[in-house]
């Protein structure tokens, strides 16, 4: 093979497009040229960076990304700052380079931080894409930070964060489970439970008994079955 570097991509939805700044609509303050402009040129930036082969330079990518958020700068209608998110997101996952077979981009810092900062935008891509780490991800950190950003957003349409969130929990190793992950969801059903006036879904009521009953640290039991009853108070 000539080529150094070859890329797998295994879902195709989540390659990343070329970044083209779509400007604000609805009840949002309408930006002016200079401002589109300028958030144009930063956006092209940071998707350099974050397409780099380079984990130093994804991590500087979610820097800026990261004062985005902070700054106000970043909102759920940014489709290019969330296709930047969602490449970082599978980085090493979903998007694989290999050198002479051995994967060179398994940076799961890199996802993390991409799952922590979807959390913070929110809206429903921001949901999507996580949705799409959990049922792909396993590394445990990353699973914990996508589960709890999940909680944080709040969305539950149809059940989909929920049977999501679930399914990963009723997935795991039953004799070893992962305390610190679990712990991030029984979070997350929480904070779903309280922007939704409740949680009906008889998927995440039997992720909630498995965890109260199964091989879990005091701690992580004694949250699942607070988090149970004030599912009853509902």
Known sequence: MKNRFFIIIILVSLILPSFTFSQNTGT????????????????????????????????????????????????????????????????????????????????????????????????????????NVLLTEQEPMVLAEAAYALGTIGINNDNQVTQALSYSILGQNIINPDNNYAFAVLLAFEKIAESNNGITDPSAISALVRIQNGNYIRTVKRKAKSVIDKLRGY
């Open 28 to 131: 949002e303050k309408e930006k002016t040229v200079e401002e589109i402009f300028l958030q144009s040129i930063e956006l092209t930036v940071i998707g350099e960076m974050a397409t780099s082969l380079s984990r130093e330079a994804k991590l500087d990518a979610l820097a800026a990304i990261e004062d985005m958020i902070e700054s106000g700068r970043a909102s759920s209608n940014d489709t290019d700052l969330f296709s930047i998110l969602q490449y970082l997101s599978m980085e090493g996952n979903g998007v694989q380079m290999r050198e002479r077979g051995l994967l060179v981009n398994n940076f799961p810092e890199v996802r993390r931080r991409s799952c922590e900062a979807l959390g913070k935008i929110g809206g429903e891509t921001a949901k999507a894409s996580l949705i």
